[in-house]
């Protein structure tokens, strides 16, 4: 073994961290606060080589092929978990979808659990208890899980008659709303038995439901379908429509309530971002204009900025406090020409997902250094299950956000290991001392020719 070679591999892995810093000089989107920073890309393809090898396969499905885009994600309470719904194919080739479950507890994503679907995986949340993981999809059925290992099915519910593009559990955890290109809202209530029971449709749209949302606070149902309108709803029985309002002229894209409940903000095809008082909407309090069509929004856990996916793989960044002084900027962004369909924060603040045909998580809590285990400490062990063939491994990249000229963040990131098994890493231990051994001997060899 060439011993000189991997000191200066490993020198050279742990020093790329830190000449990213020395070179960023961020830009400020708000007072004080530090630009999100891309830690990882994740590859959702479903089709992973094997890791551990199946002995008697039950079944076997067809291989999904691609493209592949990641089209929801949901964080657990925790921000322990990240769960991922796919979607895969085309016409041609034929259309599935997954379920990807990912830990995040470490620091780091593991792929705990692959649940592959007959049809797109368009929205996922997780009960704010974070016992249930609910799914809805394609296939016209809305599918409930354990929302902890091992994930274990436990409902389908079938009331859906068209595809179901959008589930919300409110903040108690007791009712579930799912809706779809059927028009109707599906209302359900949690039972003795911890799962649901179906109770009531609300059938007042004109148009398929694009989105659903509840207020954390009151409970309110906001649903936004795909004509000009979004229709609030009381969320205790009798379930009764409150109010509605439209939006001149355009077509509704997007609902969604920030953490605090003070803003509920809509997102339309005219590239109009217009904020609304979420206890009692009424005119918008601010319209805001977007550089290009609109996928996805999501607001940041202290309400004081919203994000924007675009069309194109770009993401906006809103500073929305105070109202009157709106700063806009764009996260570092993935090598990625294709949409963003899905934004999500991590409930504790530190992380956020933007699905495209990767998931790319940025660290958002203003930490600054990327930390070692991105690069080098740490390895997946943990294997993909799919409801027909048993295990396949995650292929996961590590980002650091590095550049060597004078950019102002790193927007070009460079994938700098690519996490393996076990039988291919080693001991992670020894190559972090071994990094850190080359770094010192780099240092003193300096030293000495000098």
């Known amino acids: 073994m060439n011993f000189g070679k991997h000191l200066a591999i490993a020198s050279l892995i742990i020093s790329l961290p830190v000449s990213c810093i020395q070179a960023q000089n961020p830009r400020s989107i708000g007072p004080g606060e530090i630009p999100p920073q891309l830690f990882y890309v994740i590859d959702i393809g479903p089709n992973q080589p094997q890791a551990i090898p199946t002995s008697t396969p039950t079944a076997t499905l067809p291989t999904p092929c691609g493209p592949h885009s990641a089209l929801s ?88 008659q068209s595809d179901i593009e959008t589930v919300a559990i409110n903040s108690n955890g007791t009712l579930l709303a799912a809706g779809g290109k059927d028009t109707d809202v599906r209302l359900y209530v949690k039972n003795r038995r911890n799962l649901f029971t179906y109770v009531k449709t609300l059938t007042d749209a004109r148009n398929y439901i694009q989105t659903v949302d509840f207020h954390p606070i009151n409970g309110q149902l906001a649903v936004g379908e795909s004509g000009n309108r979004v229709r609030i709803y009381s969320g205790t029985n009798p379930y009764n429509l409150l109010k509605n309002f439209f939006i001149p002229g355009a077509r509704l894209l997007t609902v969604a309530y920030s953490h605090d409940g003070t803003l509920l903000a809509s997102a339309d095809d005219r590239k109009k971002i217009n904020l609304y008082n979420g206890t009692n909407p009424g005119n918008p309090l601010q319209t805001l204009t977007a550089p290009r069509r609109i996928l996805s929004i999501a607001f940041n856990r202290k309400a004081t900025q919203l994000l924007v996916g675009h069309i194109n793989g770009y993401v906006s960044i809103y500073v929305i406090t105070p109202l009157s002084n709106v700063f806009t900027d764009t996260l570092p962004f993935v090598k990625s020409p294709l949409p963003a369909h899905a934004l999500a924060f991590s409930p504790d603040g530190k992380w956020l997902s933007v699905g495209r045909t990767e998931v790319a998580i940025y660290r958002v809590d203003g930490v600054r250094a990327p930390t070692t285990q991105a690069s080098t400490t740490e390895t997946i062990t943990t294997v993909v299950i799919t409801t027909a063939v048993n295990t396949t491994a995650v292929n996961t990249t590590a980002v650091n956000t590095t550049e060597a000229t004078t950019t102002e963040y790193c927007e070009e990131p460079s994938p700098v290991t690519r996490i393996k098994s076990n039988t291919e890493m080693g001991n992670s231990s020894t190559l972090t001392a071994l990094s850190l051994i080359a770094l010192l001997t780099a240092v003193l060899q300096g030293i000495i020719l000098q």
């Open 73 to 160: 994600i949901a964080w657990n309470k925790n921000s322990t978990l990240m769960a991922v719904g796919v979607r895969s194919g085309t016409n041609s080739c034929g259309l599935s979808g997954s379920l990807q479950i990912f830990d995040m507890s470490s620091g780091y994503p593991r792929l705990l659990r692959f649940v592959r679907a007959t049809d797109f995986i368009g929205s996922v949340t997780f009960s704010p208890d974070g016992t249930l993981l609910v799914t809805g999809g394609d296939d016209d059925t809305v599918n409930v899980f354990e929302g902890v290992s091992p994930f274990k099915h436990l409902q389908t519910l079938i009331e859906g």
